[in-house]
T-cell receptor, first 113, second 113 residues
Framework: ETGVTQSPTHLIKTRGQQVTLRCSSQ?????VSWYQQALGQGPQFIFQ???????GRGNFPPRFSGLQFPNYSSELNVNALELDDSALYLC????????????FGQGTRLTVV | DQQVKQNSPSLSVQEGRISILNCDYT??????FLWYKKYPAEGPTFLIS?????DKNEDGRFTVFLNKSAKHLSLHIVPSQPGDSAVYFC????????????FGAGTQVVVTP
């Protein structure tokens, strides 16, 4: 039971460009969280959206922004890309209340050159 | 500031034997802990969790132990199977921050025949 899909699966961008990553949440899940996983590290929490509002943010600069839509799909936008933004970006959906499990998508591998 | 630490980057174990994965945390506010398994090119999948009000939780071959005084938890897999070869992540959160997970760096488990 995952049902969380992300697009695209791979992406190459040039430093300074902007990128939009997409996530389709599992049916019935109204909360989506985004994570950045650099090579050899664990996922780092970027932010969470609940019912279309940002509901907590990790230690990431404002050039990382997001949106959640009425159908609970979500976007992660990164402006002014830097080489260090190269990573696997994961989204995870969950029910806000009573659920302690987050279901992850397969991720988008972003390479900044 | 890494609040969740997995100090063993890799573990090799023989099929049929026990795998023991360790995780330490520094934030005493964490009250819920999870283990995720990740195969290459896939997102992390939930394995097992434990609340801070318990010291043990079991699900089939997987058992998680929590020692709050030592801020330490461990995952036991018995018996280990070749399909268990994956990266295992320990994660923690506070229950007033559902879905905002802090992850360790992961432990690569290889189960040999």
């Amino acid at each position: 039971e995952t049902g969380v899909t992300q697009s695209p699966t791979h992406l190459i961008k040039t430093r300074g460009q902007q990128v939009t990553l997409r996530c389709s949440s599992q049916s019935g899940h109204n909360t989506v969280s985004w994570y950045q996983q650099a090579l050899g590290q664990g996922p780092q929490f970027i932010f969470q959206y609940y019912r279309e509002e940002e509901n907590g943010r990790g230690n990431f600069p404002p050039r990382f922004s997001g949106l959640q839509f009425p159908n609970y799909s979500s976007e992660l936008n990164v402006n002014a890309l830097e080489l260090d933004d190269s990573a696997l970006y994961l989204c995870a959906s969950s029910r806000k209340q009573g659920s302690t499990e987050a279901f992850f998508g397969q991720g988008t591998r972003l390479t900044v050159v | 500031d890494q609040q969740v630490k997995q100090n063993s980057p890799s573990l090799s174990v023989q099929e049929g034997r026990i795998s023991i994965l360790n995780c330490d945390y520094t934030n005493s506010m964490f009250d819920y802990f999870l283990w995720y398994k990740k195969y290459p090119a896939e997102g992390p999948t939930f394995l097992i969790s434990i609340s801070s009000i318990k010291d043990k939780n079991e699900d089939g071959r997987f058992t998680v132990f929590l020692n709050k005084s030592a801020k330490h938890l461990s995952l036991h897999i018995v018996p280990s199977q070749p399909g268990d070869s994956a990266v295992y992540f320990c994660a923690a959160m506070t229950t007033d921050s559902w879905g905002k997970l802090q992850f360790g760096a992961g432990t690569q488990v290889v189960v040999t025949p």
